[in-house]
Nanobody
Framework: QVQLVESGGGLVQAGGSLRLSCAASGRTFSALNMGWFRQAPGTEREFVAQITLSGTTTNYADSVKGRFTISRDNAKNTVYLQMNSLKPEDTAVYYC?????????????????WGQGTQVTVSS
């Protein structure tokens, strides 16, 4: 069992920045692939970013590439999502997620654990 708790969401103007954090407990953090998904009102939950166990490899959705950065600190059992140059279309609930062996980093159904989500709202 793994528990994930997100924090850092809020309201920001377009062009601004936010850093989301996800604290994990209940399992060895370094044994988990970690990722971020988001879900806007009336839409399906979509992939945002993913990072491997060691942190040496990352993947991003095309819509956020160059603006968002995922990182992890295994000593603190925490994964981060640094979001820069935010756009109104980034507005969504952002979810932290974790997986054991990961088959498809972009596929929601391939992750095993989910946080409760944190709201990010970007105003124009």
């Amino acid at each position: 069992q793994v528990q994930l708790v997100e924090s850092g969401g809020g309201l920001v103007q377009a062009g601004g920045s936010l850093r989301l954090s996800c604290a994990a407990s209940g399992r060895t953090f370094s044994a988990l692939n970690m990722g971020w998904f988001r879900q806007a009102p009336g839409t399906e939950r979509e992939f945002v970013a993913q990072i491997t166990l060691s942190g040496t490899t990352t993947n991003y959705a095309d819509s956020v590439k160059g603006r968002f950065t995922i990182s992890r600190d295994n000593a603190k059992n925490t994964v981060y999502l640094q979001m820069n140059s935010l756009k109104p279309e980034d507005t969504a609930v952002y979810y932290c997620t974790a997986a054991h062996v990961l088959r498809r980093y972009y596929a929601r159904d391939d992750y095993n654990y989910w946080g409760q989500g944190t709201q990010v709202t970007v105003s124009s």
